[in-house]
């Protein structure tokens, strides 16, 4: 699979030209030529006879984008005077800041704010604990934590390589759900520790939202902490990929006229992110699933499995199938891929139902390659932004937190997941719906905020329910 010039590998090389000639438009067809793509070229005035060129340009990757500046350089009367990385020039000094909510423009203002005032609200809460929601940043603020070790497809790169992904996060809440969230990168991989310390924070958060903990770990860390905690706990590898699955497939089946509780359903992949489609799948209403791991199907029996896999096992496979993932996708309407690159080939989904639904994952190269996958089925999806229908998780978290902090609820349950996930596919409207079509942009503004009100007012029933 070729892959795109991407802005993720977007560089802009300052260059000086002779002011005669040629030169700058042989600069975009070298860099064309390359295989590169400019996306902005500026020309100032330079010193003796020379003009300033500052030509902007999306390479594929890292040695792509160093051999397109070897190809600006080997052009006659061009020399390279600097090269500026913008994905970098962008992370320089972090992505995100505190900011005061209050002015402070006297010695009043610091006296409420700071002390001596701020004792009186201190004491308040000190008798009524419960009153933070409502008095301090807790009503609004979301820690999002990682060990560092399931960073992107990064694999373990400990807490300062997920630090940038970490503050990106929280750009997004704030971007999308105006929530203030804050980046805790643990350097600990101790699940003991992990809890201890969460728990320990938590009083000064209103959420958590646990990421790029790798699995089986993130389980465990996961189970603990909602039972331990007062404040709601969101696995985003896992609930937030399950929610964007349940409302594209919901949309995908809309298109091929299916209904869940009919299809049957292949899926790669048994880790976090696995386990966590598969379990909202079933809590809304899919019956007949297949999970493939690395080691073949998985099934009642197989030796070797540990507590998830043997949950999946009793709720999945009810024929005992034991062969590959070959074998189960031959006949099956859906494929879910959240597992690695090229595991399937254009000739498994030709053996699908007919208008097969082809969920390819794996981030950035999908489990089997999208163009061949399209030529046998109806619905292609993947992580990826250069394809049509990307299953993104910033479709569903934002929205999910402000619900949860709005509710003011105290725990997730799979009903409020399971009313995301419809809000999200409702979104797209009916007439709006087709193959390329199933699940709507981040930027749509609907987005976080259906999501927002349906994962409340499941919030809010749920605690009705409980109150009975």
Same mark, same amino acid.
């Given at each position: 699979?070729? #892959?795109?010039?991407?802005?993720?590998?977007?560089?802009?090389?300052?260059?000086?030209?002779?002011?005669?000639? /040629? !030169?700058?438009?042989?600069?975009?067809?070298?860099?064309?030529?390359?295989?590169?793509?400019v996306? @902005?070229?500026?020309?100032? &005035?330079?010193?003796?006879?020379?003009? *300033?060129?500052?030509?902007t340009?999306?390479?594929?990757?890292?040695?792509?984008?160093e051999?397109?500046?070897?190809?600006?350089?080997?052009?006659?009367?061009?020399?390279?005077?600097k090269?500026?990385?913008?994905?970098?020039?962008?992370h320089?000094?972090g992505?995100i800041?505190?900011?005061?909510?209050? &002015?402070?423009?006297?010695?009043?203002?610091l006296? #409420?704010?700071?002390?001596?005032?701020?004792?009186?609200?201190? $004491?308040?809460?000190?008798?009524?604990?419960?009153d933070?929601?409502? %008095?301090?940043?807790? /009503?609004?603020?979301?820690?999002?934590?990682?060990?560092?070790?399931?960073? +992107?497809?990064?694999?373990?790169?400990?807490?300062?390589? !997920?630090?940038?992904?970490?503050?990106?996060?929280?750009? %997004?809440?704030?971007?999308?759900?105006?929530?203030?969230?804050?980046?805790?990168?643990?350097?600990?991989?101790?699940?003991?520790?992990?809890v /201890?310390?969460?728990?320990?924070?938590?009083?000064?958060?209103?959420?958590?939202? +646990?990421?790029?903990?790798? @699995?089986?770990?993130?389980?465990?860390?996961?189970?603990?902490l909602?039972?331990?905690?007062?404040?709601?706990?969101?696995?985003?590898?896992?609930?937030g990929?399950a929610?964007?699955?349940?409302a594209?497939?919901?949309?995908?089946?809309?298109?091929?006229?299916k209904?869940?509780? *009919?299809?049957?359903?292949?899926?790669? =992949?048994?880790g976090?992110?696995?386990?966590a489609?598969?379990k909202?799948?079933?809590?809304?209403?899919?019956?007949?699933?297949?999970?493939?791991?690395?080691? =073949?199907?998985?099934?009642?029996?197989?030796?070797? $499995?540990?507590?998830?896999?043997?949950?999946?096992?009793?709720?999945?496979?009810?024929?005992?199938?034991?062969?590959? %993932?070959?074998?189960?996708?031959?006949?099956?309407?859906?494929?879910? =891929?959240?597992?690695a690159?090229?595991v399937?080939?254009?000739?498994?989904?030709?053996?699908?139902?007919?208008?097969?639904?082809?969920?390819?994952?794996?981030? &950035?190269?999908?489990?089997?390659?999208?163009?061949?996958?399209?030529?046998?089925?109806?619905?292609v999806?993947?992580?990826?932004s250069?394809?049509?229908?990307?299953i993104?998780?910033?479709?569903?978290? &934002?929205?999910?937190?402000?619900?949860?902090?709005?509710?003011?609820a105290?725990?997730?349950t799979?009903? #409020?997941?399971v009313?995301?996930?419809?809000?999200?596919?409702?979104?797209?409207?009916?007439?709006?719906?087709?193959?390329?079509?199933?699940?709507?942009?981040?930027?749509?503004?609907?987005?976080?905020?259906g999501?927002?009100?349906?994962?409340?007012?499941a919030?809010?029933?749920?605690?009705?329910?409980?109150?009975?």
């Amino acid at each position: 699979m070729t #892959m795109a010039p991407s802005v993720s590998y977007s560089i802009t090389v300052r260059l000086d030209v002779a002011e005669q000639g /040629r !030169a700058v438009s042989d600069i975009t067809r070298e860099v064309e030529h390359a295989g590169g793509v400019v996306t @902005a070229l500026d020309v100032t &005035p330079g010193h003796h006879g020379k003009l *300033r060129v500052d030509v902007t340009c999306a390479a594929t990757d890292t040695t792509h984008a160093e051999s397109l500046v070897a190809a600006m350089a080997a052009i006659p009367g061009v020399s390279v005077h600097k090269v500026s990385d913008r994905t970098f020039l962008l992370h320089l000094g972090g992505k995100i800041e505190m900011r005061s909510k209050v &002015p402070l423009r006297n010695r009043d203002d610091l006296s #409420m704010a700071y002390t001596p005032g701020v004792a009186r609200v201190s $004491m308040a809460l000190a008798a009524k604990p419960e009153d933070a929601r409502r %008095l301090t940043v807790k /009503r609004n603020t979301v820690a999002v934590v990682t060990d560092g070790s399931a960073v +992107l497809g990064l694999g373990n790169v400990g807490p300062y390589a !997920a630090l940038p992904v970490m503050e990106g996060k929280a750009a %997004l809440f704030k971007r999308f759900a105006d929530i203030d969230a804050w980046p805790l990168c643990l350097d600990t991989q101790d699940i003991d520790e992990i809890v /201890r310390t969460v728990a320990a924070i938590a009083p000064g958060f209103g959420g958590i939202n +646990l990421e790029d903990i790798s @699995a089986p770990r993130c389980f465990e860390v996961e189970r603990r902490l909602r039972e331990q905690l007062d404040i709601p706990v969101f696995h985003d590898d896992q609930h937030g990929t399950a929610i964007v699955v349940l409302a594209a497939l919901t949309n995908a089946l809309r298109v091929v006229g299916k209904d869940l509780a *009919r299809v049957r359903i292949a899926m790669a =992949g048994a880790g976090a992110a696995g386990t966590a489609v598969l379990k909202l799948l079933l809590a809304a209403g899919a019956t007949d699933v297949i999970a493939v791991d690395d080691q =073949g199907a998985v099934y009642q029996g197989r030796p070797g $499995m540990g507590d998830s896999l043997s949950w999946i096992a009793g709720h999945t496979n009810t024929a005992g199938y034991t062969g590959d %993932l070959a074998g189960a996708v031959k006949g099956a309407d859906v494929f879910i =891929g959240v597992s690695a690159p090229g595991v399937l080939a254009g000739e498994d989904v030709k053996t699908m139902n007919a208008d097969a639904i082809v969920f390819a994952l794996a981030n &950035p190269d999908p489990e089997v390659d999208p163009d061949v996958a399209r030529e046998y089925a109806s619905v292609v999806a993947t992580g990826r932004s250069d394809y049509p229908n990307q299953i993104n998780n910033v479709l569903a978290f &934002p929205g999910v937190f402000r619900g949860l902090l709005d509710a003011q609820a105290v725990k997730v349950t799979d009903e #409020m997941l399971v009313a995301a996930a419809r809000a999200l596919a409702d979104v797209v409207a009916p007439e709006e719906l087709g193959p390329d079509y199933i699940i709507p942009s981040v930027f749509h503004p609907d987005v976080a905020s259906g999501v927002a009100a349906a994962v409340r007012n499941a919030a809010v029933a749920d605690e009705k329910i409980g109150k009975l």
